[in-house]
């Protein structure tokens, strides 16, 4: 378990490499790298180098802190992420988070690749998350309370920053794509679900599900941080497609959206 110190040294280690000034950051999921390797003035921090950071695994994850300027404004982008999957505790998972909050970012855009569980979403949409499902004992801000961060109990009623979601939702519109917004289920894997589990997050209210981004909003909302979740619709859930589900389809369809993911993130960030 990490201690505040532990954050605090993560954050001045970035912040003697980074120029500060940056209120933006912004979790770039599964194949959706590219929007980092087109930043303007770049300074790249990797993930390996910061102390006490946890190292991503999963080879479509970079795993690398990167400063730059989008659309005119100064963001920092997470070029990767970490999982619970992968071995670490979500407190760990959360740790990135953490660390942009004590750099100075107060709004954060979180991505990720999601199945599709609503039966109107295609593969290829991309999904404005208003809430998300999460039913497991871990969580992000278990364990001693670091007052560094905000409040032991806090609200999560508009984890999913309403006034962000609606100027998503308009530039989607503006910029020709399905204006669609729902609820992400968060389960654990690494397998992919079963069919029953999918029918029941259906029964639940799901339209999305996925491995990742409930950890980090959870611990953003404590910090006090606005929030906006947008999926890629990498692939049918288990058991609305008959073709089995594998983690190199739902990286190529996220490859192959990354264009169009690109422009609407620049359009986010414009009208911030």
């Not at 909050?101 to 609503?118: E, M, Q, W």
């Not at 404005?128 to 009623?157: A, I, N, Q, T």
């Not at 609606?166 to 204006?179: I, K, T």
């Not at 917004?181 to 209210?205: C, K, N, S």
């Amino acid at each position: 378990m990490l201690k505040e110190q532990d954050y605090r040294e993560a954050a001045g280690f970035v912040g003697g490499r980074i120029p500060l000034g940056a209120e933006i950051g912004v979790v770039l999921g599964s194949g959706l790298g590219a929007f980092a390797e087109q930043l303007d003035h770049p300074v790249r921090v990797k993930y390996s180098e910061i102390p006490h950071a946890p190292k991503a695994t999963n080879t479509s994850h970079k795993g690398e802190l990167v400063y730059g300027e989008a659309a005119g404004k100064k963001v920092i982008v997470l070029s990767g992420r970490v999982h619970g999957y992968e071995g670490y505790p979500l407190a760990d998972t959360a740790f990135y988070i953490r660390l942009l909050f004590l750099l100075g970012v107060k709004t954060v855009i979180l991505t990720n690749a999601a199945g599709g569980v609503a039966p109107e979403l295609s593969v290829g949409d991309f999904l404005c998350l208003s809430d998300h499902l999460y039913f497991f004992d871990d969580s992000p801000v278990k364990g001693p309370h670091l007052p560094l961060f905000g409040e032991r109990f806090f609200d999560m009623s508009n984890a999913y920053d309403k006034e962000l979601r609606w100027l998503a939702l308009s530039v989607m519109e503006e910029q020709g794509l399905p204006a669609q917004e729902g609820v992400y289920a968060y389960m654990p894997g690494p397998q992919f679900e079963t069919p029953a589990e999918i029918r029941a997050l259906r029964l639940l209210g799901a339209d999305a599900v996925g491995m990742s981004t409930v950890a980090e909003a959870i611990a953003a909302a404590q910090c006090g941080m606005k929030t906006l979740g947008i999926s890629c619709i990498s692939n049918p859930a288990a058991g609305i497609s008959l073709k089995p589900l594998s983690d190199r389809d739902v990286n190529e369809v996220a490859v192959q959206r990354s264009a169009a993911f690109i422009e609407l993130l620049r359009g986010i960030l414009s009208r911030l």
